[in-house]
Nanobody, 123 residues
Framework: QVQLVESGGGLVQAGGSLKLSCAAS????????MGWFRQAPGLEREFVTGISVRGLNQYYADSVKGRFTISRDNAKNTVYLQMNSLKPEATAVYYC????????????????WGQGTQVTVSS
C-alpha cells in the first residue's frame, strides 16, 4: 500500500506556472505507475497524466499536452507535475494517485489517492 501527500498548489494568474509534488511512503512506490487527476466543482474526476515505473513513458490528456509534464524520482519516492501556460479552466483540486500495477495509462487501475491540493488559475 502507498500513502500519498500532495503539495505545491496555490493561486496563479493565467499563463503562469506551478509545480506540484507528491511524496509517497511505502516500499512499492518504485514498482507502480503514478499519475495525477483533477476534479473541478460539479465535474467528474479527470485523468490528467500518468507515468511508467521508470519514468520512460507518459500519458497526457489532450487538454494538457504540451503544457504539463509529469516526472518521478524513485530515489526520493516523489512524483511531480510541472504545469505551464495555465488556463482558468485548469482550476481544480489535483490528486496524486498510485496505480495497482505498472500500467500507467489506464485510469481504472489507479486506486490509491492523496488528499488533493487546490490549484486556482485567475483570468
Amino acid at each position: 500500500q502507498v500513502q500519498l501527500v500532495e503539495s505545491g498548489g496555490g493561486l496563479v494568474q493565467a499563463g503562469g506556472s506551478l509545480k506540484l509534488s507528491c511524496a509517497a511512503s511505502g516500499r512499492t512506490f518504485s514498482m507502480v505507475a503514478m499519475g495525477w487527476f483533477r476534479q473541478a466543482p460539479g465535474l467528474e474526476r479527470e485523468f490528467v497524466t500518468g507515468i511508467s515505473v521508470r519514468g520512460l513513458n507518459q500519458y497526457y490528456a489532450d487538454s494538457v499536452k504540451g503544457r504539463f509534464t509529469i516526472s518521478r524520482d524513485n530515489a526520493k519516492n516523489t512524483v511531480y507535475l510541472q504545469m505551464n501556460s495555465l488556463k482558468p479552466e485548469a482550476t481544480a483540486v489535483y490528486y496524486c494517485a498510485a496505480s495497482s500495477s505498472s500500467i500507467f495509462n489506464q485510469r481504472n487501475l489507479y486506486n490509491f489517492w492523496g488528499q488533493g491540493t487546490q490549484v486556482t488559475v485567475s483570468s
